[in-house]
Antibody, heavy 121, light 107 residues
Framework: EVQLVESGGGLVQPGGSLRLSCAAS????????MTWVRQAPGKGLEWVAN????????YYVDSVKGRFTISRDNAKRSLYLQMDSLRAEDTAVFYCARALSTSQYSPLTYWGQGILVTVSS | EIVLTQSPGTLSLSPGERATLSCRTSRSVSSSYLAWYQHKPGQAPRLLIY???IRATGIPDRFSVSGSGADFTLTISRLEPEDFAVYYCQQYVRSPQTFGQGTKVEV
């Protein structure tokens, strides 16, 4: 059974940093692109970033470029999102998601349950 | 960035009725790279349909997609009680792989 379990969320002050983790199991982690998606309170889903199987390609939404860094550790079957210079508008539930296929151009078929990040003083 | 615009924002219907949800893209997107998701409060989003009209595992055939170019439609032929949720379209042909803002289907 595919499982994606996020951790590392919580309350952080504006300007602070947080690192999210996503532990993957039940599939060959090295075969898939991995993605972070977020949902701010009362808002819709926002695609945040994704990363290639070997970590050699990464893409970000403009609003987080230069502040967030996506990475992965294939030996640990884990996905990460380092979030720096956090703003109030980054407050959201963050989801880790796996692509349906091994292609970059693939919908997201497996999702974690999400982890809440709150940026507030 | 490809912008996806969904309409209406909210659809108020009753069980048994037909739901028609629209997704328009700011530039033409091959239907092969468009997906629809269902999202309920407190749950993870669920992939419904992708690559034009392929239903994900376990998705009933009352869900269907039509359209091409920059104009796509998700149809739920007869709403079941479990179908009341928020629906999102997403393009995955170009990063960032943007979502629409969602359509809430409510009773």
């Amino acid at each position: 059974e595919v499982q994606l379990v996020e951790s590392g969320g919580g309350l952080v002050q504006p300007g602070g940093s947080l690192r999210l983790s996503c532990a993957a199991s039940g599939f060959t982690f090295t075969n898939y692109w991995m993605t972070w998606v977020r949902q701010a309170p009362g808002k819709g889903l926002e695609w945040v970033a994704n990363i290639k199987q070997d970590g050699s390609e990464k893409y970000y939404v403009d609003s987080v470029k230069g502040r967030f860094t996506i990475s992965r550790d294939n030996a640990k079957r884990s996905l990460y999102l380092q979030m720096d210079s956090l703003r109030a508008e980054d407050t959201a539930v963050f989801y880790c998601a796996r692509a349906l296929s091994t292609s970059q151009y693939s919908p997201l078929t497996y999702w974690g349950q999400g982890i809440l990040v709150t940026v507030s003083s | 960035e490809i912008v996806l615009t969904q309409s209406p924002g909210t659809l108020s219907l009753s069980p048994g009725e037909r739901a028609t949800l629209s997704c328009r893209t700011s530039r033409s997107v091959s239907s092969s790279y468009l997906a629809w998701y269902q999202h309920k409060p407190g749950q993870a989003p669920r992939l419904l349909i992708y690559s034009a009209s392929i239903r994900a595992t376990g998705i009933p055939d009352r869900f269907s997609v039509s359209g091409s170019g920059a104009d796509f439609t998700l149809t739920i032929s007869r709403l079941e009680p479990e179908d009341f949720a928020v629906y999102y379209c997403q393009q995955y042909v170009r990063s960032p792989q943007t979502f629409g803002q969602g359509t809430k289907v409510e009773v």
